[in-house]
């Protein structure tokens, strides 16, 4: 039943069967229509409410879900860059005692070739390596295993 024949039910009860013609003339009507209108705009404020709750709710979940993948991805290009300037340390440490042994020996080829290989080293950059690596963990078939 609609609120205006529970309305009008209301009046033609109350006035007998002349009633729907005197509720017209009635302000009552008008005041229950009002009523019912003002009753239909909280309705609606409440679950607009509730959604946009929702959608607060679902922000913050996605904004800690990107945190927590910025973190985790912080660790890991933490750990290759540390991983990677050891093994360069490593390398051009292998490479000075080559060179000392190039020196020591006056093997000039030899020298030639540590040289080369050092000079390689040093302009290769980690960090290219690095952005490598970023892209393979934003796809999200990647499985990456560590040790």
Do not use: C, W
């Not at 302000?27 to 239909?40: C, N, S, T, Y």
């Amino acid at each position: 039943m609609t609120k205006k024949s529970l309305a009008n039910t209301l009046v033609h009860s109350l006035m007998g069967k002349g009633g729907k013609a005197t509720a017209k003339q009635v302000p009552g009507l008008q005041l229950i229509e009002g009523v019912g209108k003002m009753h239909d705009a909280h309705s609606d404020y409440q679950k607009l409410r509730e959604q946009e709750k929702t959608k607060r709710v679902a922000i913050l979940a996605d904004r800690d879900a990107t945190i927590e993948q910025i973190r985790t991805q912080r660790d890991v290009i933490k750990q290759a860059l540390s991983e990677a300037f050891e093994l360069r340390k490593t390398g051009l440490q292998a490479q000075i005692h080559a060179m000392d042994k190039a020196l020591d020996s006056g093997n000039v080829e030899a020298l030639h070739i540590v040289m080369d290989g050092m000079v390689k080293t040093i302009q290769s950059s980690p960090f290219k390596d690095i952005a490598d690596m970023r892209e393979k963990l934003s796809d999200e078939n990647f499985v990456l295993r560590l040790k």
